[in-house]
């Protein structure tokens, strides 16, 4: 069965960095442009980055635009996000999701999710 | 703001069909397909309905989804007890004027009275 486990999640001051992992199995990781999300507490989904199946074409909310960078690693199926210039309002459970497609022209959304790791930003 | 908006709540009996609607632009549902997934306590997101109106296999087919226009739709027929949680409707937003972005609109808590 397809998993998704993400690691990296923990408690951080405001303006510190920290990097999230998403190591996948059980697919072909280099085949799927992969996502993140985030849920904060008491709040819906939110969706913060999009990553290509080659790496070549990303994006990002608005809110995290210029402070998160989504990446991966084909050769060790794993999936990154870097995350600066925390803020609270970043607070919250990220999951890493795989894109039905490849993203080379479109992306048509999350077909399998993890079970997501916890970021609290706070003083 | 979700850019895509639900109504935040929504209730049946068992037996009963529900909807639930999720209105959006030109920009998203009109010009894009719509996902719905179903979030249940304490486990990660299930995609209930693919490209508008597509049903994963393993997803019972009392799950529906339709979409016109601006608009997009998930019917549950005959809900069921299990059904109770949040649902969320998702797609592309290719903004006319910046990178597109994939949206989420704002959930809506499913009842089962």
């Known amino acids: 069965q397809v998993q998704l486990v993400e690691s990296g999640g923990s408690v951080v001051q405001p303006g510190k960095s920290l990097r999230l992992s998403c190591a996948a199995s059980?697919?072909?990781?280099?085949?799927?442009?992969m996502h993140w999300v985030r849920r904060a507490p008491g709040k819906g989904l939110e969706w913060v980055a999009v990553?290509?199946?080659?790496?070549?074409?990303?994006y990002y909310a608005d809110s995290v635009k210029g402070r998160f960078t989504i990446s991966r690693d084909n050769s060790n199926n794993t999936l990154y996000l870097q995350m600066d210039s925390l803020r609270p309002d970043d607070t919250s459970v990220y999951s890493c999701?795989?894109?039905?497609?490849?993203?080379?022209?479109?992306?048509?959304?999350?077909?399998?999710w993890g079970q997501g790791t916890t970021v609290t930003v706070s003083s | 703001q979700s850019v895509l908006t639900q109504p935040p709540s929504a209730s049946g009996t068992p037996g009963q069909k529900i909807t639930i609607s999720c209105s959006g632009s030109r920009s998203n549902i009109e010009t894009n397909i719509v996902n719905w997934y179903q979030l249940l306590p304490g486990t990660a997101p299930k995609l209930v309905v693919y490209s508008n109106n597509q049903r994963p296999s393993g997803v019972p087919e009392r799950f529906s989804g339709s979409k016109s226009g601006t608009s997009a739709s998930l019917a549950i027929n005959g809900l069921q007890s299990e059904d109770e949680g949040e649902y969320y409707c998702a797609g592309w937003d290719g903004r006319p004027h910046g990178p597109g972005v994939w949206v989420f609109g704002g959930g809506t808590k499913l009842t089962v009275l």
């Open positions: 999701a795989r894109d039905e497609g490849d993203g080379t022209y479109s992306f048509y959304g999350m077909d399998v």
């Open positions: 059980r697919f072909t990781f280099s085949r799927y442009a």
């Open positions: 990553i290509s199946y080659d790496g070549k074409k990303k």
